[in-house]
C-alpha cells in the first residue's frame, strides 16, 4: 500500500510538472482550450496534497498558466496564494539539534496537539537557544518553499491588478526568507522582493493603481538595500548572481528613482566595480583570506558572476541618460577591456557594445580607445568575439554620427571579408546590422553603388533576429529614397517570406509590413508573380502586422 502511495505521488509530481512545461511550450494559442480545465484539475489536487514535491509543482503549473491565460486565475487566486502563503509558513520537515545531546532533537513539524500536550517542555528546550546547533530542513521541503517564492514572483508580475491586494504580503514574507538558511530559498526571496515591486510599480504606473499607504517606496527602502548587501556580503556566488539579476531588472522596469537618491547610483556603481574588480566576499579566497582574479578563474559560475555585474552597466546608461552615465567609463573601461581570458572577452565584448548603443552620442570622447578595441577583437579566434566587435562598430558608427564618418570605408573594407559562403551566422547578421546603423546615421558617407549588391545578396538573417529592425528599417529608409528600385527584384520573395516568420520578432515584421506595403503600392508589377492565393495571404499577414 505504501508503495502503491509513493509511486501514485511520483506519477502525479511527474504530470503535474510536464503540464506546466507544456502550458508554457505550446503557445497561447494552442493552450487556450486547456488552460480553465488545467485550472481546475491544479486547485483539485492542491486541496488534497500534503507531499511538498507535488505542491511546488501544483505552483509552478499556476505560474504558467499566468504566462499565458491569468484571466482563468481570476477566480482562485485568493485560496491559490494562501495556501502558498502556508507553504512559506510551515516547519514540516525542520527538525533542530542541540550541542548537548543529552537534549532530544525536536521535530517543528510536530501536530498540534503534540505540541499542546508538551509546550512547557518545548518552550524550556527551544527558549536554551544556545544549545541549539542548527535547524536541519529536508531537501523537499526546502524546494518546496524556493519553488514556492518563485511562483509568487512571477504571480505577482502575471496576475496584474487581481493580485494586487497580496503584494504587500508576499513582499513581506519575501523579506523574511531572505535571510532563511538555505541558499536556493534566499535566491528565490530575492526574486520575489524584486517582482513583487517591480508588479506594484507597474499597476501604478501603467492601470492608475492608487499607492495610497506609498507602498512602493516602503518596498523599495528594503529591498535595495538588501539587495546591495547581498552582493557585498554574501559568500554564495549563485545567490549574488540573483541579487545582482534582481537590481539590473529592477533597473530596467523601475528606472534610477528605485534607489530614491543618488547614494544609491553611488552603491550600485561601486558593487559593479568590485564584482569585475573580484573583491566582494564570494570571490574571496578563503585559504589565504585575499581578493584574487585567480580565484576559480575559469569557473562558470565565477564567469556568469562578472557578466551579471556587467549587464547592469547598460540598463544604468539607460535609467540615468548617457551624458550622466558617460564619465563612468574611465572607471570600467579599464575592468572591461583589456581580458585575456576567453569567456570573459566574450561577454566583455558584448557588454561594452551594449553600453555604447546606450550612451549615445556622450561616448564620443572615449571612440578612440573603443575602436581600436574592437578592430582588434575582430582577429580574434572566437566567433563570439568577432560578432560582439562587428556589433561594437556598428554601435559606435550609429553613436557617434559624423565624427566617425570618415573612418567608414575603414570599417567597411574590414567587415567585407566576414561576409562570405559558411561564415559564421550571428558574426554575417552582425556585419548586415553595422552596415545598416552606418547607413541610417551618414548614408552620404557610404558608396550604396558598392555596398547594396553584397549587402542584398546575405539577406535573410541567419541566427541574431534582434538585427532584423536595423536591417529592415534600413531598407525601408533605402527604399523611400529610391535607392532600392535595382535590388526589388531579389529583395521582395525575401520580404515576402519573412513577413510570416515569427523568428523575426513582432518589431522586424512591422517593418517589412511597411516595406511590402509601399512595395505593393508603387511598384504593383513586382507582384506578378505572385499567385492569387499567396497575394491573399499576403494581404493577411500584412493586416496582422499592423500595416
Known amino acids: 500500500w505504501y508503495q502503491r502511495r ?73 485560496p491559490l496564494v494562501q495556501k502558498m502563503f502556508e507553504s ?9 539539534s542541540y550541542k548537548d545531546s543529552s537534549l532530544l532533537r525536536f521535530d517543528l513539524g510536530e501536530s498540534e496537539d503534540e505540541e499542546e500536550e508538551g509546550e512547557e517542555d518545548e518552550d524550556h528546550v527551544l527558549g536554551d537557544y544556545e544549545n541549539i546547533e542548527g535547524i536541519v530542513v529536508e531537501n523537499s521541503y526546502l524546494e518546496e518553499k524556493t519553488d514556492t517564492l518563485a511562483s509568487l514572483a512571477e504571480l505577482s508580475i502575471m496576475m496584474g491588478p487581481a493580485f494586487a491586494p497580496f503584494i504587500e504580503e508576499s513582499f513581506s514574507y519575501a523579506l523574511k526568507m531572505a535571510d532563511f538558511s538555505s541558499p536556493p530559498v534566499r535566491k528565490s526571496a530575492m526574486l520575489c522582493l524584486s517582482q513583487t515591486a517591480i508588479a506594484l510599480h507597474k499597476l501604478i504606473h501603467k492601470n492608475n493603481y492608487q499607492d495610497e499607504s506609498a507602498l512602493l517606496p516602503k518596498m523599495l527602502s528594503v529591498s535595495v538595500p538588501h539587495l546591495i548587501e547581498a552582493v557585498k556580503t554574501d559568500k554564495e556566488r549563485e545567490l549574488v548572481c540573483g541579487a545582482l539579476e534582481s537590481l539590473n531588472e529592477m533597473l530596467k522596469e523601475i528606472g534610477a528613482e528605485m534607489g530614491g537618491n543618488d547614494a544609491f547610483l553611488d552603491e550600485l556603481i561601486e558593487i559593479v566595480k568590485d564584482v569585475l574588480s573580484c573583491s566582494t566576499a564570494c570571490q574571496k579566497d578563503e585559504e589565504d583570506d585575499t581578493y584574487s582574479e585567480e580565484v576559480d578563474d575559469e569557473s562558470e559560475l565565477a564567469t556568469v558572476l562578472l557578466d551579471y555585474a556587467a549587464s547592469i552597466l547598460p540598463t544604468l546608461a539607460t535609467a540615468i541618460g548617457g551624458a550622466k552615465f558617460a564619465p563612468y567609463y574611465k572607471m570600467f573601461l579599464p575592468l572591461l577591456l583589456p581580458k585575456n581570458n576567453l569567456c570573459k572577452k566574450n561577454w ?155 523568428k523575426v520578432g513582432e518589431e522586424g515584421r512591422a517593418e517589412l509590413a511597411q516595406i511590402m506595403t509601399a512595395v505593393m503600392t508603387g511598384y504593383p508589377d513586382l507582384m506578378k508573380n505572385f499567385g492569387q492565393d499567396d497575394l491573399a495571404k499576403l494581404q493577411g499577414l500584412l493586416v496582422n502586422n499592423g500595416s
Not at 27 to 55: I, W, Y
Not at 88 to 96: A, F, I
Not at 367 to 393: H, Q, R, W
Open 6 to 78: 509513493v509511486r501514485e505521488a511520483v506519477v502525479s509530481t511527474q504530470s503535474t510538472g510536464t503540464l506546466g512545461i507544456f502550458a508554457r511550450s505550446v503557445g497561447k494559442d494552442v493552450f487556450m482550450g486547456m488552460a480553465e480545465e488545467c485550472v481546475q484539475l491544479g486547485v483539485s489536487n492542491l486541496e488534497t496534497a500534503e507531499d511538498p514535491d507535488l505542491k511546488r509543482c501544483l505552483y509552478g503549473l499556476f505560474a504558467a498558466i499566468s504566462s499565458t491565460h491569468p484571466e482563468v486565475l481570476v477566480n482562485v487566486i485568493e
Open 88 to 96: 512559506l509558513d510551515s516547519t514540516e520537515g525542520m527538525t533542530t
Open 348 to 502: 566583455a565584448s558584448g557588454t561594452v557594445a551594449e553600453m555604447i548603443q546606450k550612451t549615445g552620442p556622450a561616448v564620443t570622447p572615449f571612440a578612440e580607445t573603443l575602436l581600436n578595441y574592437f578592430l582588434k577583437g575582430m582577429k580574434d579566434s572566437s566567433p563570439d568575439v568577432v560578432s560582439n566587435c562587428v556589433f561594437g562598430i556598428g554601435a559606435l558608427a550609429e553613436a557617434c554620427g559624423p565624427a566617425l564618418a570618415g573612418q567608414y570605408p575603414k570599417f567597411l573594407e574590414v567587415l567585407a571579408p566576414l561576409l562570405k559562403e559558411n561564415g559564421d551566422g550571428r558574426t554575417m547578421d552582425n556585419v548586415l546590422g553595422a552596415v545598416a546603423r552606418m547607413i541610417k546615421t551618414q548614408p552620404d558617407a557610404v558608396n550604396l553603388s558598392l555596398v547594396l549588391p553584397a549587402f542584398v545578396q546575405w539577406l535573410p538573417l541567419r541566427e541574431d533576429m534582434e538585427e532584423n529592425v536595423t536591417v529592415y528599417s534600413c531598407l525601408r529608409y533605402l527604399l523611400g529614397a529610391g535607392a532600392l528600385n535595382t535590388h526589388l527584384p531579389a529583395l521582395v520573395p525575401i520580404f515576402a517570406a519573412e513577413l510570416s516568420n515569427r
